[in-house]
């Protein structure tokens, strides 16, 4: 069997997540529907140092969303049927991203997240996945031995197999990344106003990560 390895504090079975945010354009009324991107990989702060998630088809598990059981949930919540708001019908790798395709249930709460969604008044995506496979560089791109590596917080971890677990509807986006609701590329922030947000994102995910770090520990 092969020896799983991982940043300090990580388990096989550990679940993640990332925020994006951006302004919907894909809305379809009639399959009540809209196109997200979910993650563009790009560089989150964790509490181990960066973490990186590849994106390519032979990276990433969809086999959730391709059997029809990847849910689209309220703010990762699970208590309830009510937290459920529909499901993701679809995944795909394009431009150097993973979208998805979100299909919204016709009940009280899903449809009033597709309302708050296709009005603009709820503009975040959060992806849940679990990484099963890392790869290590130090801060000048040299692959690491994981068998012999001495932990420090420069170095990046590189999630180069993860599977596509479920995605949330969030009221408080915290990632700096370009991604969240399907073209929105004519969404114009301005300098200091893009700063704050990235400021905002990454307070909120240093928090979800140290929230999950202590609860591992505890």
Not at 169 to 185: H, K, L, M, T, Y
Request: proline share 3%; net charge negative; with cysteine.
């Amino acid at each position: 069997m092969t020896k799983m390895f991982g940043p300090p504090g990580w388990s096989a079975q550990q679940i993640t997540t990332r925020f994006v945010t951006a302004s919907p354009r894909s809305y379809d009324a009639e399959t009540r529907s809209v196109d997200c991107i979910v993650s563009t990989g790009a560089p989150v702060l964790r509490h181990y140092g960066t973490e990186i998630l590849r994106i390519a088809k032979s990276a990433i598990n969809i086999d959730r969303v391709t059997s029809g059981i990847c849910p689209l949930l309220d703010s990762h919540q699970t208590a309830t049927i009510a937290d459920s708001l529909g499901r993701v019908t679809e995944a795909w790798v394009e431009r150097r991203a993973l979208m998805a395709r979100l299909s919204f249930n016709q009940t009280t709460d899903g449809d009033a997240a597709l309302g708050m969604v296709a009005r603009g008044e709820l503009t975040g995506v959060s992806a849940g996945y679990r990484v099963s496979e890392w790869s290590v560089a130090d801060q000048d791109g040299r692959i690491v031995d994981p068998e012999t590596y001495l932990w420090d917080d420069s170095l990046v971890f590189t999630g180069v197999k993860w599977e596509l677990l479920e995605v949330s509807i969030v009221s408080v986006p915290a990632d700096s990344s370009a991604a969240g609701f399907r073209n929105f590329e004519n969404l114009v922030l301005g300098d200091r106003e893009l700063e704050n947000c990235r400021a905002r994102m990454q307070a909120r995910q240093n928090m979800t990560d140290r929230m999950s770090w202590l609860a591992d520990h505890s």
